[in-house]
């Protein structure tokens, strides 16, 4: 997906300095916190896919022995006060 290849682009450019075992949970927060202060919903996409990326780091290349994305908990985005009808969604669709 285009999105997935965008947000590991934007975290390709945030840890450029960095080689992949010197990459903390600490250094991944003070991004997502950088990055995506008020969006919820994108810091927790982000820090999926940089979660899926030190995943395949651990299992696939051996480049690390543990995945710092782990420790790092994001908040939730609210709840939708709205439940979707069927004219709702039509009228959003139209």
Known sequence: R????RLLDVFSNEFSEFRVRE???????RSIR???PEKISAARAYKSRIS??????VTDEG???DNPCREIRT?????RMTKW?????WAVRD
């Open 2 to 5: 285009k999105e997935h290849g």
């Open 23 to 29: 990459v903390t949970a600490v250094d991944i927060k």
């Open 63 to 65: 480049l690390r022995p």
């Open 52 to 57: 899926t990326f030190f995943a395949w780091c």
């Open 85 to 89: 009808t069927d004219a709702l969604f």
């Open 75 to 79: 908040k939730k985005p609210p709840k």
């Open 34 to 36: 950088n990055l995506y």
